[in-house]
């Protein structure tokens, strides 16, 4: 049989000729040198395996051994083999055999080689830091997310190493052996961060200033604050990088490396459609329409569903939910603990609860942290088969599905480049558990282009007043000299705070200046603590988003006057369902025309996006950053009546939690269990202690909390 012309995705079935036949011809792939192509026959012969013809399966399993497949090899083993097998087991990790490359970076990791891995999403990049943590020689590990969804798994997946002390937020205690698991601003604003001894870089890609990533400047200034110390050990990992930074590798003694080595194959299918109407809208209806057809055919299979935005994937959603009704398609319905929270906290009738009594989930930015990570949890355990995503399933957390299925090409307003659309790729196939994946793209392709990463703290480039004014002159180059001593041409006692507050220097510098006319002219606008007026929140959220804003962040569909209407609400109201019961009425009275039902996912969602990125994020942010200039103006001034907005910023980031137990929300805990709690809780509890208590009062049977309440306090 000529394997040339064969598609091998569609062999089903090989008995003893063909199959003998197909090894040999795998064998001289390898042996010219086209080991990519020899290693997808052998996973999709491992997806086969049981139409395989016995008699020549021992053919295949060396020839996956020749691959370095060793996680798939456990059957019918010579002794060499097994010895070989033997090589490849983690030497910290029990159970854990290491596939052919792994074991190299292993290796080098082991030699004190600092590495930046580009490979692919089901390489196993992520195993390799749970081998740093496992071997135990360093004191001081830290792990930089670019979510916090990614540091509470990150930190699930390693709290059985008792030896370390695990720290995810910056008012955590210290100890002699620690593991540092935090975002970038958190690494800077760690008041003493102690001397890193290995430093794990995960989605390096976001150092990029080319990504459009809002938080590549706060990246690039934390990593260039422990690259600094040079006697840090690093590991940088990401997908699709095809270079980077000439020079980089020799100054920090690492080494480059680039694989598109898997033990998961990913098949691209373009799915066509014939038109049977003319215009945009009908034609719409159409995609959709395949696109649930497509869905209820791999029922019985996980599917992720990639959409261009978090209103977008809860329409399809609850458009798919109406597919499976009209068709009589639902089944039986099967209840979550999460069902139960929703119905308690939020309102029963909401369309995602709905959803989620079909196994239909929505994954986004604009949920609740502690429900993006129950859905991801519900979806690894099989408990969800269809989950409807954004961009966040590719930059925030580690799932993957059976099938992929690419519906829009865009990301918010842009266009998904070749970047985007393999990370999205990556997610089709799980490692040890599908053999092959299936992604099904509704578009055309982006063309491919070479990725080569640019790292504005080392090659100064591309590199933004926030990064370079914490170079020290001596380190720049020449052309960064003058624009450098144009920043740093101001009262030095500002400096240091305008650099620790990593947003706009220049806008920094303007809000000083307004500060400085505010405080002589309507000083109770400055000099506020506890909570603030209307008039004052107005005023500091008026200059913070005239100034601090950078140009190609959306806002949309927040305003600069709705923003203080919206957080004074906030701060004024005494629970969330009040604030959903203002939203309500105000939609409703906006758009009387509509049903019910639309009205209140609307009001959820509205809620909950102002609450994700505003309330939690981008406020507290902006209120620590006119804090800090205020301080320092009543010190350099001599003004006693000092602003403080600590509480008013803890209280919005935090939901309302008390700053001492806040760090329960960020392991995944809601607000809701943490209030219930906190009565039984001393503020002088170290975190061990609360968490103690907290997994105690969780298995009492005397307790208020709900089911999902106390499994999220066990699984501190």
Request: charged share 30%.
């Amino acid at each position: 049989m000529n394997w040339d012309i064969v598609n091998i995705y569609e062999v089903n079935k090989l008995d003893f000729n063909e199959s003998f036949s197909l090894a040999k011809y795998v064998s001289n792939l390898s042996l010219s040198n086209r080991n990519s192509y020899a290693r997808k026959i052998i996973i999709h012969i491992y997806e086969i395996w049981d139409n395989v013809d016995d008699n020549t399966k021992e053919i295949w399993s060396d020839l996956a051994e020749s691959q370095g497949f060793y996680p798939y090899i456990k059957d019918r083993m010579d002794n060499t083999s097994e010895i070989r097998r033997s090589f490849h087991q983690s030497e910290y990790i029990d159970n854990i055999v290491f596939h052919k490359e792994q074991k190299t970076l292993s290796y080098l990791i082991k030699k004190k080689q600092n590495l930046i891995v580009s490979a692919p999403t089901s390489f196993g990049k992520s195993l390799l830091i749970e081998e740093i943590v496992a071997c135990s020689k360093h004191n001081n590990i830290l792990i930089i997310q670019p979510t916090l969804a990614l540091i509470n798994e990150t930190r699930l997946k390693l709290k059985k190493y008792k030896k370390y002390n695990m720290i995810v937020n910056t008012s955590q205690q210290v100890e002699e052996k620690n593991i540092f698991i935090l975002t970038a601003e958190r690494v800077i604003e760690f008041p003493n961060l102690p001397k890193i001894d290995y430093c794990v870089l995960d989605e390096f890609y976001k150092i990029s200033s080319d990504r459009d990533d809002e938080r590549s400047d706060v990246l690039n200034i934390a990593i260039k604050k422990i690259l600094d110390r040079r006697d840090t050990a690093f590991y940088f990992i990401g997908p699709n990088i095809d270079k980077i930074s000439n020079g980089f590798e020799k100054k920090y003694n690492a080494k480059f490396i680039k694989t598109d080595y898997s033990l998961v194959d990913a098949q691209v299918e373009l799915v066509n459609i014939n038109y049977k109407n003319d215009g945009k809208r009908k034609q719409e209806m159409e995609r959709e329409e395949k696109l649930f057809e497509l869905l209820y055919c791999k029922k019985n299979e996980q599917s992720i569903v990639y959409t261009s935005s978090p209103d977008r994937a809860f329409r399809l959603a609850t458009k798919y939910y109406e597919f499976l009704k009209l068709n009589n398609y639902l089944e039986k319905e099967e209840l979550l603990p999460i069902n139960e929270w929703i119905s308690e906290n939020i309102n029963s009738n909401w369309s995602y609860n709905r959803l989620l009594l079909q196994k239909i989930g929505v994954h986004s930015g604009t949920i609740p942290k502690h429900l993006t990570h129950s859905i991801i949890q519900y979806f690894n355990y099989k408990k969800l088969n269809v989950l409807f995503c954004t961009s966040t399933i590719i930059e925030g957390v580690n799932t993957s599905a059976k099938n992929v299925f690419i519906f829009d090409k865009k990301k918010g307003p842009n266009e998904i480049d070749y970047f985007d659309f393999s990370n999205i790729k990556g997610r089709a196939g799980r490692l040890l558990e599908h053999y092959t994946g299936k992604v099904y793209v509704f578009h055309k392709i982006p063309p491919k282009t070479e990725i080569e990463l640019d790292m504005p703290f080392y090659d100064q480039e591309k590199i933004s007043d926030e990064i370079l004014i914490n170079f020290d002159k001596e380190e720049l180059f020449p052309e960064n000299i003058k624009r450098y001593e144009e920043l740093i041409e101001y009262d030095k006692e500002f400096l240091p705070i305008i650099k620790k507050n990593a947003v706009s220097v220049e806008g920094q510098k303007r809000i000083i200046n307004d500060l400085y006319e505010k405080i002589r002219t309507q000083p109770e606008l400055v000099l506020w603590t506890g909570k603030p007026s209307f008039k004052a929140i107005k005023y500091i959220l008026g200059i913070c988003w005239d100034n601090l804003l950078k140009e190609t962040e959306t806002t949309r569909p927040m305003t600069r006057n709705k923003l203080p209407v919206v957080v004074f609400k906030y701060l004024n109201s005494s629970s969330f369902n009040e604030i959903l019961r203002q939203e309500y009425i105000y939609i409703k009275e906006q758009n009387p025309n509509w049903q019910t039902q639309k009205i209140l996912d609307q009001t959820i969602s509205n809620c909950y996006r102002e609450q994700r990125h505003w309330i939690s994020y981008k406020v507290p942010k902006w209120l620590d950053v006119v804090n800090s200039l205020q301080k320092e103006i009543c010190k350099i001034n001599n003004i006693s009546n000092v602003g403080d907005y600590s509480y008013t910023s803890s209280q919005l980031e935090n939901e309302g939690v008390d700053g001492n137990f806040s760090i329960l929300l960020d392991m995944g805990v809601p607000a809701s269990a943490i209030k219930k709690i906190v009565p039984m809780l001393s503020e002088e509890l170290s975190l061990k202690e609360v968490v103690n208590i907290s997994k105690k009062i969780a298995n009492s049977s005397n307790s208020n909390l709900l089911q999902y309440e106390k499994e999220k306090l066990r699984n501190l």
